[in-house]
C-alpha cells in the first residue's frame, strides 16, 4: 500500500514522517527530493532552478522521482501485500508548484507534466493531505510564505479536479499528534 502525505510546503508532512520512521520501522519511506536535487545541481533553492530554467523544467525533474514507486519499471519497490509505504508528497503536489509558478510561455509543457502525473498516481493508493495554518510559517531558502496559499488552494483544486476520494486531512496540531493520527489512518487501511 502506497500512501502519499500531501500539502503544501511548511505543513509539517516531512517532519511527522520522519517521528513516524522513528515508530514505525516496519514501513517503506520515499522522501521528497527537491532538498536533494537542488544542491545536487549546485543552486541554493528550487525558486533559483525555477527563475533560470522556468517550473516546466524543475518539476519534470522533480516528476522522474515516481518512477520508483512503478512496479512496472522498477521492481525495487515491489511491495507485498503487507508492505506500507509513505511517500513524502505526489505528483498532485507536482502539478499544484506548476500551475502557480509556470510562466506564459510554458503552458506547451502542460499536456506532458498531466500525462506523467496521471500514469504515477495510480500507483498511490491513499492520500493524507495536511493543511496550512496549523503551525507559524517557518522560512528557509527553500519556501516562501507567499506561495504557500496559493500552491495550498491549486492542490485542493486538483484534488477535485482528479476526483481524488481516497484523502483523510491530518486535524492534529502537534508533530506527535500527527504522527499518531497519521499511523491510527493507516492502521484503519490496512484492516
Given at each position: 500500500m502506497r500512501i502519499a502525505f500531501i500539502g503544501s510546503h511548511g505543513t509539517g508532512k516531512t517532519t511527522t514522517i520522519k517521528k513516524i520512521q522513528s515508530l514505525r520501522k516496519d514501513w517503506i519511506y520515499l522522501t521528497e527530493s527537491t532538498r536533494h536535487i537542488v544542491p545536487l545541481l549546485g543552486f541554493n533553492n528550487a525558486y533559483e532552478?525555477?527563475?533560470?530554467?522556468?517550473?516546466?523544467?524543475?518539476?519534470?525533474?522533480?516528476?522522474?522521482?515516481?518512477?520508483?514507486?512503478?512496479?512496472?519499471?522498477?521492481?525495487?519497490?515491489?511491495?507485498?501485500?503487507?508492505?506500507?509505504?509513505?511517500?513524502?508528497?505526489?505528483?498532485?503536489?507536482?502539478?499544484?508548484y506548476y500551475y502557480i509558478l509556470r510562466e506564459k510561455f510554458e503552458h506547451k509543457h502542460e499536456f506532458l507534466l498531466k500525462k506523467i502525473a496521471d500514469y504515477y498516481l495510480t500507483f498511490i493508493d491513499y492520500y493524507i493531505f495536511f493543511p496550512i495554518g496549523?503551525?507559524?510559517?517557518?522560512?528557509?531558502?527553500?519556501?516562501?510564505?507567499?506561495?504557500?496559499?496559493?500552491?495550498?488552494?491549486?492542490?485542493?483544486?486538483?484534488?477535485?479536479?482528479?476526483?481524488?476520494?481516497?484523502?483523510?486531512?491530518?486535524?492534529?496540531?502537534?508533530?506527535?499528534?500527527?504522527?499518531?493520527?497519521a499511523i491510527e489512518i493507516v492502521k484503519k487501511l490496512t484492516t
Open positions: 532552478i525555477v527563475e533560470k530554467y522556468g517550473i516546466a523544467f524543475y518539476e519534470g525533474i522533480i516528476m522522474g522521482q515516481w518512477c520508483i514507486i512503478d512496479h512496472n519499471y522498477n521492481s525495487f519497490y515491489d511491495l507485498s501485500d503487507d508492505d506500507i509505504m509513505i511517500i513524502d508528497r505526489s505528483p498532485l503536489d507536482n502539478l499544484a496549523i503551525f507559524d510559517f517557518e522560512p528557509d531558502q527553500m519556501q516562501k510564505k507567499s506561495k504557500q496559499k496559493e500552491h495550498n488552494d491549486s492542490l485542493l483544486r486538483l484534488i477535485k479536479d482528479y476526483h481524488i476520494n481516497n484523502i483523510y486531512c491530518i486535524n492534529e496540531k502537534t508533530i506527535n499528534c500527527r504522527a499518531l493520527e
